[in-house]
């Protein structure tokens, strides 16, 4: 593929690999936020060859390990009442919420449809006239794009058995709340590559400027992942300390004004509960009273629990990057990805399913 | 998250001014093609162009001129690490 | 005109039944044995060792580009046979058929299931067919089983796979699966999918003719959970470890394009045309010449080998020199998107 073989492209990695070795000339921590950029820095190995001192921790950018169990449990309640379609993302499928999963209550008769994109989940609603299609959103700056877009296209249509239920998220304030702890050592961010393409790189800069973190806005191919490892450990080395992009092909400094505009019409900051980091003011979004009708917590009667999260599960401390799946009790014997006890095990980018599928020792 | 990859638009339709026109396009990579929707993306695309689709979405229009100034600072970067480093 | 469908009565065993038979399943399948509607087949003088198999088949969609539920069903079944060495001799075919189901197109599949029989010289010899009221059963589901020789000297198995093996690929990774995928509702792609539906048995007597003797140690076809979830049972079965290489892997660029867009690995996708092909290391090239010089398996590659190490564990080497562990499939694979 054009604009990936390129970046794939072991010639090229290679000399990168070497020019990591020679960047690294103290010990750092650097935390991948997200959940793509983990999955694709175990699929190229890199783990395997990083350079003694660096050390990669992952953060809590995989928008399915950080739904929290009580909106899990809503999704499935609104799965189960008669008449309704609910439609998700394949990652969704088998996340367990208190009790029980979409997958467990599709075995129950529950009418659960996997879809590409909201848009399909809008005209199955066109299709199927008799029931009450809602799509549950998960997801960060990247999605809710997309989602706002649907929501517009189903008002225009005049789809009005289409709704959304938003657990929508911002990827910002989760990292300061973070950085706020004064347990998380990190020096460095491998900032979110497509979360970028909306907020923009320059997004970062609080985080680079307040808390004096190296942040490289990154891609998802080998050499854009070791490109950016080089950058990150060249600004600890020097301590010249700012935000770079080496993703320029798909990120812009300013982000995407037209998509920003969009969200903003649809949507608006709430607080939102995360799961493992708890409630983090505005770090949600919610559909605006203009829109409520396309708002499944308005159409249906939802009540949203206190969940428990599961004994001995340490997701919280593994999204935070304060622990890495291995310390975790059930890591791999209880918790395994056949039967997932935390978030982390069930998506496939899930920092636990990672370790799980790529990390063990060879 | 966020998974996301380019492809190549072979077709607009839509009226980038007009939200409740379809603003459609069909995309190609290596020989499979998928139509989406370009509602959210920042700048119109034209048929050539490279997108970044997630989700059935363009979220970006590819800058040739990046890419390729990217790849030559990518491909600098590895011919001038010196012989003797090379594994 | 409503078109004809499959009515409760054509599972009665009565004249409904037998018209049925008569009119469709005989007009195609035609073989003598088949035609004497005793209640099983005799078969006649067969010489020593005998390998026996069934699988049953249930798609979705029933036709798809590249094959159907017909086609599978025959090459399926014989590929397994094939994979233990064995020369298929005849086939068994169970019908269930949900009430409703357009007889056009059960008369579809029943004329590709024909051609797959003739293509490949294994005729169906015995037969059923039930019909459950609607919706208790999804248009059709079939079931095969097969018998086929396997020669007194032949031992094939996966336990039989030695340190310095090689594994050999006979083509390329996920193309059935993906082709199945991409033609649900809600995760439809377009472009040149094509399931790899095909039998295999006329490579592996061509492998078993022009190898020595005992020098193929292993054969299996990864179907689901596709060429990692195979790959780690060899590694199980043979106490070794595999190690392949991701560079070495064959995929079609547009099925690599459609796993890129949807979140999904070759490695895991089912495949409906493949064999892996353990075999000695020092015949390794000359197997993989003979492969590449069949139909199918002309896109043939040496993906790797057996090696000591931790029993039952297959690794991947990255082309940045890294490495990582390749685990088996956890249920279905899933489109993800975030």
Known sequence: MKYVDEYRDSTLAKPLVDELQRAVTKPLRVMEVCGSHTMAIFRNGLRTILPEGMELVSGPGCPVCVTSASHMDAFIAMADQPGVRVTIFGDLFRVPGTHTSLAIASSRGAKVDIVYSPMDALDLAEKNPGELVIFLGVGFETTTPGIAATILAAKNRNISNFVVFSTQKLMPPPMIALLSDPALKIDGLLCPGH????????????????????????????ADLLKSLILLAKQVGSEEIKVENVYPRAVAWEGNARACKMVDEIFKPTDMDWRGLGNIPLSGLKIRSKYSSFDAEQRLDIDLPKAEEPKGCMCGEILKGLSTPNECPLFDTRCTPANPIGPCMVSSEGTCAAYHKYGRDL | MCLAIPMRVTKVQGDPDDFLSNQIATVDADGISKEIRLDIIDHWPAVGDYVIIHAGFAIHSLIEEEALKNISLLRELAENTPEELLS | MSEKTVLLDHGSGGLASQQLISDLFLKYLDSPILRSLEDSAILD??????AFTTDSYVVDPLFFPGGDIGKLAVHGTINDLAMRGARPLCLSLGLILEEGFPLADLEKVIISIAEACNETGTPIVTGDTKVVPRGKADKVFINTSGIGHVDEDIDISS??????????????MGDHGITIMTRRAGISVQGNLLSDTMPL???????????????IHSLRDPTRGGVASTLNEVAENSGLCIEISDEALPVRPEVNAACELLGLEPLYLANEGKCLVVVSGNQADK????????PEGKEAAIIGHLIAGKAGRVIINTPVGGARVVMPLHGMPLPRIC
């Not at chain 1, 393409?197 to 490289?216: F, H, R």
């Open chain 1, 195 to 222: 979360v970028s393409s909306i907020i923009g790189a320059g997004a970062w800069e609080p985080l680079a400027k307040d808390y004096n973190l190296a942040c490289v806005v990154g891609g998802f191919e080998t």
């Open chain 3, 45 to 50: 003088n067969q010489p020593g060792r005998l």
């Open chain 3, 201 to 215: 048995h006329r490579l592996v007597a061509i492998l078993l003719k022009e190898l020595p003797h005992g020098s």
């Open chain 3, 159 to 172: 336990k039989n796979a030695k340190e310095g093996d090689a594994i050999i690929l006979s083509g390329t």
């Open chain 3, 287 to 294: 197997a993989l010449e003979v492969m590449r010089s069949t």
